[in-house]
């Protein structure tokens, strides 16, 4: 079990929806500003939503207005819900505490007719 393990990936239809999970540890989920992070084949890995300790969220461009990132804390988890999925949304999902070196393994998003 690693300090940030995601879950919830798979493939899904153009239009379609899914919700990613990330389990973090007590104290990475107290202490810091939680994001997702994806990278689509041979592209740069990019931010896609950032939510703090304080439940302050932020959203690439990309994604704002489909995506919503949350965070439980009876369970520390950071959710990002995606609706309305483009093709272009299809790459591996990271989740990353910021100001620290973690980072999950990914969980891959495939969007595709």
């Known amino acids: 079990q690693g300090e940030l393990v995601e879950s919830g990936g798979g493939l899904v239809r153009p239009g379609g929806s899914l919700r990613l999970s990330c389990a973090a540890s007590?104290?990475?989920?107290?202490?810091?500003?939680i994001g997702w992070y994806r990278q689509a084949p041979g592209k740069q890995r990019e931010l896609v939503a950032t939510i703090t300790t304080y439940g302050a969220q932020d959203y690439s461009e990309s994604v704002k207005g489909r995506f919503t990132i949350s965070r439980d804390s009876a369970k520390s988890t950071v959710d990002l819900q995606a609706n309305t999925l483009k093709p272009e949304d299809t790459a591996v999902y990271y989740c990353?505490?910021?100001?620290?070196?973690?980072w999950g393994k990914g969980t891959q998003v495939t969007v595709s007719s």
């Open positions: 990353h505490a910021l100001d620290s070196t973690f």
């Open positions: 007590r104290v990475i989920f107290r202490f810091n500003t």
